[in-house]
């Protein structure tokens, strides 16, 4: 964005940065507010993901797909030696 003045010369315009409000400077500056943020929202995922895995397993209870739960089943548990392996291994990175 350009301007010319009276006497021929060429100045830009300047946009300073807009201030921020009082409340979000804090935040900006305080060390818990994403901590916390995120620990509320690992709480609430975890919630709506125990709600849907009760769900599913009762469902198939009902259906009496006993094959599918033990098939889910050991896929939890999979799962639980790869994330307590990468864990283990990112505990050893961080301590070397």
């Known amino acids: 964005m350009s301007s010319q003045s009276v006497t021929g010369t060429t100045y830009r315009r300047v946009r300073r940065p807009r201030a921020l409000s009082p409340l979000r ?4 500056d305080t060390f818990w507010f994403a901590p916390t943020g995120a620990m509320v929202g690992i709480v609430v995922v975890w919630a709506l993901a125990n709600e849907l895995d009760t769900a599913i397993v009762d469902a198939l209870r009902h259906d009496g797909a006993y094959d599918s739960i033990a098939e889910l089943q050991s896929i939890a548990d999979d ?3 790869v994330v307590s392996t990468i864990s283990a291994a990112m505990m050893t990175f961080i301590g070397v």
Request: glycine share 0%; net charge neutral.
């Open 79 to 81: 799962a639980q030696t």
């Open 25 to 28: 400077e804090h935040l900006r």
